[in-house]
Every structure is written in C-alpha cells, then in structure tokens.
C-alpha cells in the first residue's frame, strides 16, 4: 500500500511562490499533482515519471509551475510561482502505475488527503 503526504500549502499574495512537498512510502511508476476549487471539479496541475524525469504541465500553470522528484527521498515537489487567485484550490499529490494519459485522474491509485493554498489578490 503507497501512502502519500503533502506539505507546503499556505497562503501568499499574487506574484508569490510556494513549494509543495509530497513524500511517498513506496515506490510508483508516475507522480501527480491536481488541484480542487469549491464547486469545482479535480483539474490535472503536473505530472512526473520516476523512470525518465519527463514531466507534464496543464497549460494554465506551463512556465509557472515546476515539478521534480528526489529519488534519495522518495519525495515528489511542485515549485510554484507568479501564483494568481485563480490557483486557489485545495492541491493533492497522487501516485500510481502508468506512464500514459498522466493528465486524468483515473491515471493514478493512490492519492493524499490534500493541502490549501490560497492565493490572495
């Protein structure tokens, strides 16, 4: 059983920066991140494959958002800057198997319990 936990969520102001931490119990193939707004549905943030560092972006947070893996630390981090209100959403860290089709939720198995960020204007 893969466990996830997240970390790092606050609040800021628009133009700041936050770095989200997910530390991993176990090993998987591929790594997520996805967010939630009230009222909203689950929306694909990045995606990360262990085995080559190949990383996906939606495109509202391409050039701003960055996510890396720390192999030594089974940890997985999402870099986030010039945040904007609109990325105010809860975030959560997700884990599964495949390598493909990353951007969609039913892509990963196992999924933390989540970390606000709120983004002030």
């Known amino acids: 059983q893969v466990q996830l936990e997240e970390s790092g969520g606050g609040l800021v102001q628009a133009g700041g920066s936050l770095t989200l931490s997910c530390a991993v119990s176990?090993?998987?193939?591929?790594m997520g991140w996805f967010r939630q707004a009230p009222g909203k549905e689950r929306e694909f943030v990045a995606a990360?494959?262990?085995?080559?560092?190949?990383?996906y972006y939606a495109d509202s947070v391409k050039g701003r958002f960055a996510i890396s893996g720390d192999n030594a630390k089974n940890t997985v981090y999402l870099q986030m800057n010039s945040l904007k209100p609109e990325d105010t959403a809860m975030y959560y860290c997700?884990?599964?198997?495949?390598?493909?089709?990353?951007?969609?939720?039913?892509?990963?198995?196992?999924w933390g319990q989540g970390t606000q960020v709120t983004v002030s204007s």
């Open positions: 990360f494959r262990w085995a080559d560092g190949i990383a």
């Open positions: 176990g090993r998987t193939f591929s």
């Open positions: 997700a884990a599964g198997p495949r390598d493909y089709r990353l951007e969609r939720t039913n892509a990963f198995d196992y």
